[in-house]
């Protein structure tokens, strides 16, 4: 517990690395991976809306920038506007995107993802309904764990089999060279949300029956097999994060049980550094929590759960508020926060925290540009 009034939010974090270097970040506001849906040729290149989206959140003072879901692999991409790194002109725009971010006194991290079976989905923009996109609308043949659809609306999709897991398991690989070269101070793998990692650890939707399906050691081979091969890829002196759904929400799925153990051993045995905590996204259920701060119990659990381990710990969903944002921290739940929504309505969310939160004025992590706006 801190002994003064100095803000805990805006204080210092590193994230450790193998190497013991570790990542230092400015403060602990983290931002949460959102998809953009704004590559404009279906090619998973980033534009000008990237640039200004991040740069701005940059100036606003975030200590850690987590860019957008991102394809290892086009087949990967959860929908045709979506980012990808495996082409040498991404990997540019990366660059480009991260040196900014950079400027600005910001750390930043890619999240790396295979969606499965909820590839090639319809961009999440007003308007457009949920489901696959049509061919004619630059979605394909979605591959997965099994043959079923994955959710409603979503065409069924083509099983994989062993070597087309092992091809996933390179692009990952060949992905993190490229996030590496592109700058990235971090990746986040995403394993969260219904996307192809979790659909291969929940018993909800894994039916396979093979080595990577039925029992818990199976269904989680795939996630070990690929947390390894990136953490050969990307080099000891940056972290490695994980983006977790700590429960399914739903009798018979994932449980905080479950998945905590397994970052436990990630962490203590595979080198994960970061474990970010969220839920659900797999299987609708009107269980799912939403409101102020509603993972923040998940989040403490998981924290207790690597207590004796050097891993930084976070937690998103619904945390708007500087105030309880600092509680958080203070009583030791977490050691960061994700900030999603909060930071579109306001991209300098983490500046505005810092002003109300009563961190001096020379110590605002915004851009100094902004010095006059009088936090
Ligand atoms: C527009 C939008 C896009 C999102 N895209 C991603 C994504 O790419 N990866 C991810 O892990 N979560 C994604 N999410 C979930 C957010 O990262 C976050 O977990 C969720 O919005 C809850 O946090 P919040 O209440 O702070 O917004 C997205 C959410 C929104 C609103």
């Known amino acids: 517990m801190t002994t003064d009034n100095r803000s805990t939010l805006f204080s210092p974090l590193t994230l450790p690395t193998p190497d013991g270097t570790g990542?230092?970040?400015?403060?602990?506001?983290?931002?949460?991976p959102m998809c953009q849906y704004a590559v404009n040729r279906q090619d998973g290149v980033a534009t000008d809306w990237h640039l200004q989206h991040y740069g701005a959140i940059a100036a606003g003072g975030f200590g850690l920038l987590t860019v957008e879901s991102t394809g290892v692999s086009p087949v990967g991409r959860i929908s045709p506007r979506d980012l990808g790194i495996y082409s040498d002109e991404q990997e540019t725009a990366h660059w480009h995107l991260v040196s900014f971010i950079h400027s600005q006194g910001a750390a930043a991290?890619?999240?790396l993802?295979?969606?499965?079976?909820?590839?090639?989905?319809?961009?999440?923009?007003?308007?457009v309904q949920g489901g696959s996109a049509s061919i004619e609308d630059g979605g394909w043949q979605a591959v997965g764990m099994t043959d079923q659809s994955i959710a409603k609306g979503y065409?069924?999709?083509m099983k994989l089999d062993k070597a087309g897991i092992k091809q996933i398991i390179s692009d990952f690989t060949a992905a993190a060279h490229r996030a590496d070269d592109a700058g990235y101070?971090?990746?986040?793998?995403?394993?969260?949300h219904g996307y192809l990692l979790h659909q291969s650890l929940s018993p909800l939707v894994n039916t396979?029956?093979?080595?990577?399906?039925?029992?818990?050691?199976?269904?989680?081979?795939?996630?070990y097999e690929v947390v390894d091969a990136v953490r050969e890829a990307w080099p000891n002196s940056k972290p490695l994060g994980i983006r977790i759904s700590a429960t399914d929400w739903?009798?018979?799925?994932?449980?905080?049980?479950?998945?905590?153990?397994?970052?436990r051993d990630l962490v203590k045995h595979h080198g994960i550094n970061w474990v970010d905590v969220s839920s659900g996204g797999l299987v609708n259920t009107p269980l799912q929590p939403s409101g102020p701060g509603f993972h923040a119990i998940l989040g403490a659990q998981m924290k207790q759960a690597l207590a004796d381990t050097d891993a930084v710990v976070s937690v998103v969903g619904g945390?708007?508020?500087p105030e309880q944002a600092e509680t958080m921290l203070r009583t030791h739940q977490v050691d960061a926060v994700s900030i999603g929504r909060a930071a579109m309505r306001n991209p300098h969310w983490s500046a505005m925290a810092a002003a109300r939160l009563g961190v001096p004025r020379e110590d605002n992590p915004a851009a100094p540009q902004y010095w006059r706006a009088e936090w």
């Open 208 to 223: 396979r029956t093979d080595e990577y399906g039925g029992s818990f050691e199976n269904r989680s081979r795939l996630i």
């Open 113 to 127: 993802n295979h969606a499965g079976g909820r590839a090639s989905g319809k961009p999440w923009l007003p308007g």
């Open 250 to 263: 739903v009798e018979g799925g994932l449980a905080i049980e479950t998945t905590a153990p397994l970052m």
């Open 185 to 192: 101070d971090a990746i986040q793998i995403h394993a969260a």
């Open 109 to 111: 991290a890619i999240q």
């Open 319 to 321: 945390i708007s508020s």
């Open 155 to 157: 065409r069924p999709t």
């Open 23 to 32: 990542l230092a970040l400015r403060n602990r506001t983290i931002l949460s």
